[in-house]
Antibody, heavy 123, light 106 residues
Framework: EVHLLESGGSLVQPGGSLRLSCAAT????????MTWVRQASGKGLEWVSS????????YYADSVKGRFTVSRDNSKNTLYLQMNSLRSEDTAVYYC????????????????WGQGTLVTVSS | DIQMTQSPSTLSASVGDRVTITCRAS??????LAWYQQKPGKAPTFLIY???TLESGVPSRFSGSGSGTDFTLTISSLQPEDFATYYC?????????FGGGTKVEI
């Protein structure tokens, strides 16, 4: 059974940094792209970043480009999101999800999701 | 960026009703559209991809249709466990974008 477990969320001051992790079990992690999606309280879903299965290609939303870095360690079956220069508008539950590529478009949709980890940016 | 607009934002329905949710893209996304269901306090779950292909294990009362810019998600006979918020997502181009959600309530 596919299982994704996020960790690392906490309260952080504006301008601070945080690293989220997502431990994956139950599938061949190195064969799948992965993604981060966030959701502010009471709001909709917002795609944040995706990474190819090999880690050689990454994609970012404009709202986080230059501040967030997605990476993965296929030997540890773990996905990461390094978040720097955090702002109050980054406050959200962050979900990791397994991404399925559509080869015609080169883009992803998401078939399995973790339960999320809460990031709060506040002084 | 491709904007995804869902309507209605809230839908009141009863068990057994046929329910239709609309998702409109600001430009063509071909058939590269997915639907998700989210219950309060839970992670989203995957329902449909390629606009109309049901994910394995999803009940057949759910169906999707459309192409280009206009898409629909239909629940043929609403069940108690279907009261949730539904999101569409385009995967035609980056940035990947979601609709604002449609809450199906009693």
């Amino acid at each position: 059974e596919v299982h994704l477990l996020e960790s690392g969320g906490s309260l952080v001051q504006p301008g601070g940094s945080l690293r989220l992790s997502c431990a994956a079990t139950g599938f061949s992690f190195s064969s799948h792209a992965m993604t981060w999606v966030r959701q502010a309280s009471g709001k909709g879903l917002e795609w944040v970043s995706s990474i190819r299965n090999s880690g050689d290609k990454t994609y970012y939303a404009d709202s986080v480009k230059g501040r967030f870095t997605v990476s993965r360690d296929n030997s540890k079956n773990t996905l990461y999101l390094q978040m720097n220069s955090l702002r109050s508008e980054d406050t959200a539950v962050y979900y990791c999800a397994r991404a399925l590529v559509e080869y015609n478009s080169g883009c992803y949709h998401f078939d399995r999701w973790g339960q999320g980890t809460l990031v709060t940016v506040s002084s | 960026d491709i904007q995804m607009t869902q309507s209605p934002s809230t839908l009141s329905a009863s068990v057994g009703d046929r329910v239709t949710i609309t998702c409109r893209a600001s430009q063509s996304v071909s058939i590269w559209l997915a639907w998700y269901q989210q219950k309060p306090g839970k992670a989203p779950t995957f329902l449909i991809y390629k606009a109309s292909t049901l994910e394995s294990g999803v009940p057949s009362r759910f169906s999707g249709s459309g192409s280009g810019t206009d898409f629909t998600l239909t629940i043929s006979s609403l069940q108690p466990e279907d009261f949730a918020t539904y999101y569409c997502q385009q995967y035609n181009s980056y940035p990947l974008t979601f609709g604002g959600g449609t809450k199906v309530e009693i």
